[in-house]
């Protein structure tokens, strides 16, 4: 499937007035809360069987990263066990902007991160630090764990979602959402961007404002019906 991992070049920005429409979305929903637990240990993934080809949709979401000139892997179904999967998941190579601890995950959803990177956060830093992203921190992606403080797996299980934590612009300064969520204006005005603009494509968007277990970074998913953003 080399086909789907040609890159395309990079996106140009997006003008300041498409950016600044970003921070008008509203959201409500589904919840996923993540909390800080050990990675439940898992036995060895077995491959899940699988057609000749993939299915239309998810011929179709490759497609889409390639329209976005993202490079990617798509990856082997994989149980996990416990309920713990990786269906329909891709490796993200190369998105535009650095990402770190990019593991498995849906092909919707890193569709939709990769579009949020390159298309919200990059031109949100240009406009209002005027400076270049240079790295996404994250803390991962696929975890066999349940929601904290539920019996539920959580979309982690599923590799359908993330969790990111901080951002490194180009001119040194590192923006994190533990410090700087209640940071100064700018970081604040920057931060509140990039999450409204995550509500706009992610089902699921839940960040400091939602709970304690929250307070260090967004967690992402496309889990549920969609629309809740904290």
Request: net charge positive; charged share 20%; hydrophobic share 40%.
């Amino acid at each position: 499937m080399s086909e789907w991992a040609k890159r395309i070049g990079t996106a140009h920005g997006v003008a300041l007035a498409a950016l600044l429409a970003l921070g008008l979305s509203g959201c409500s929903g589904d919840l996923v809360p993540r909390g800080r637990v050990a990675r439940t240990p898992t036995p060895p993934s077995q491959p899940v069987r699988a057609p000749a080809q993939p299915a239309l949709e998810t011929r179709q979401c490759f497609a889409k990263l390639q329209s976005q000139a993202v490079a990617f892997t798509p990856l082997p179904d994989r149980n996990f066990g416990g309920g713990c999967s990786a269906v329909n998941s891709v490796k993200l190579i190369d998105i535009g902007v650095p990402a770190t601890n990019l593991g498995a995950m849906t092909c919707n959803l890193a569709a939709n991160f990769a579009a949020w990177a390159r298309y919200g956060v990059q031109p949100a830093a240009r406009v209002i630090f005027g400076a270049e992203i240079e790295k996404i921190e994250t803390f991962g992606t696929y975890n066999c764990r349940p929601i904290a403080g539920s019996g539920k797996l959580s979309e982690h299980a599923h590799s359908n979602a993330i969790d990111v934590s901080a951002f490194v612009l180009s001119d040194g300064r590192r923006i994190s959402i533990q410090k700087d969520w209640d940071g100064d204006r700018q970081t604040r005005q920057f931060l509140q961007l990039v999450h409204a603009s995550a509500c706009k494509r992610f089902n699921t968007v839940l960040s400091p404002d939602y709970n304690a277990a929250h307070h260090d970074h967004f967690h992402f998913d496309m889990g549920g019906r969609g629309g809740f953003c904290r």
